[in-house]
């Protein structure tokens, strides 16, 4: 879907209101909301808007893989308002819940993007998201298990700059097998200020996540940052990997059995270790070496 797109209003995509009233916010001479609803992991996502130049300003490809639907029913509804009481800005809702003000619109997609996702993470019955970044390296996956501000979208950029494959720096997407996917979105990275921005790369374009194939083999990098830190990896057991993968695990809490099951199916395909990291881009070579170290390793054994 292209962006700016007049097919994101009308029949179909444009009247999604479900009848929900958000406290000073108009629509438009009265009309229904414009918006369209994207389908993503089985997870039905209503975008809303009561200005189209809004509509015309979301990311076309705010969620990674995802295919518009002309359902009206909807798993979550997001609304994004210019017209509101409480601040000159725009603000950000979720089911009719505010989650986000800001001044600008640049800084509450991002907000959007980050909420549509996580959305899918936690409604999503097939597959399991952990946080971690992932990138593809010969016949195996690195994953790398950690929440925002851990650096993991750092350590994936230098990873790919390396010849590592782009899978994901959010999510790790495990299914029923203990197979990895792709969840390949635009990286994110923290500007000085902390500010979020969207990376684009040809080499981790959220196109190519289509085409990308699930891995079975998997190493689990944990990487904790620390200055003049030095690259002294050791090896996690499987108890251990799967104890750091829970707790990096969205739905963890609310769906402890089948996290534990699939991600049991995952632990007991992968190799894990731990260690700290000072220099982003000696890490990220030192990781791979030690990644095709196991590998021939794991061969002659």
Known sequence: ???????????????????????????????????FTLLSYGVRIAIETNELKILERIPEDLLPGAQRTSSHKADVRFFVSR????????????DCQPIARAGSLAPLLVALEAAAQHAVARLCRKHVFIHAGVVRWGGRAILLPGRSLSGKSTLVLALVRLGATYYSDEFAVVDTKGRIHPFSR???????????????????SPDAGNKLPAVAECTVAVCKYKARGRWK???????QTLLELMGNTVVARTRPED??????????????????RGDIGESARALLIHVKQQDAWNERN
């Open 1 to 35: 879907m292209k962006a700016g797109n007049s097919s994101r209003s009308g029949r179909g995509s444009g009247d999604l209101s479900n009848g929900c009233a958000i406290p000073g916010v108009d629509s438009p001479n009265g009309c229904s909301h414009s918006g």
């Open 233 to 239: 990896p050791r090896s996690m057991t499987k108890g």
């Open 186 to 204: 635009h990286p994110h990275v923290r500007t000085a200020s902390g500010q979020k921005l969207r990376r684009t790369l040809r080499a981790a």
């Open 83 to 94: 017209n509101d009481k409480h601040t000159r800005g725009f603000a950000l809702y979720e």
């Open 259 to 276: 996290s534990l099951k699939i991600l049991g199916k995952l632990v007991k395909k992968s190799t894990a270790f731990k260690t700290v």
